[in-house]
Nanobody, 127 residues
Framework: QIQLVESGGDVVQAGGSLRLSCTFS????????LGWFRQAPGKDREFVAA????????LYGDSVKGRFTISRDNGRKQAYLQMNSLKPEDTAVYSC????????????????????WGQGTQVTVFP
């Protein structure tokens, strides 16, 4: 059974950086495209970033473009979200998600495309 476990969430001051990790188990990691989504209290889930199974295609939400970077290490079965220049509005629970695709399929920003989800990790940014 596919499982995703996020880690790396913390409390950080505005302007700081964090790196989130998503550890995959229960299947062949390289068969799956990955995404990061976030949800703040009282707000809808928001797309953050996504990467294709081969790592050659990536997408970013407008609010994080230029500040966040998604990457993956197929050997370690992990995905990462490097977050720089953090702002208070980045405060949310961050979740990773996975979907099995063929190699040519690009990254997706649609949460309905993803089959498997982690429990999330809390990121809090104070002014």
């Amino acid at each position: 059974q596919i499982q995703l476990v996020e880690s790396g969430g913390d409390v950080v001051q505005a302007g700081g950086s964090l790196r989130l990790s998503c550890t995959f188990s229960g299947g062949t990691f390289s068969y799956y495209g990955l995404g990061w989504f976030r949800q703040a209290p009282g707000k809808d889930r928001e797309f953050v970033a996504a990467i294709s199974r081969g790592g050659g295609d990536s997408l970013y939400g407008d609010s994080v473009k230029g500040r966040f970077t998604i990457s993956r290490d197929n050997g370690r079965k992990q995905a990462y979200l490097q977050m720089n220049s953090l702002k208070p509005e980045d405060t949310a629970v961050y979740s990773c998600a996975a979907r099995r695709t063929i190699l040519s399929v690009p990254a997706s920003r649609a949460h309905d495309d993803y089959t498997y989800w982690g429990q999330g990790t809390q990121v809090t940014v104070f002014p």
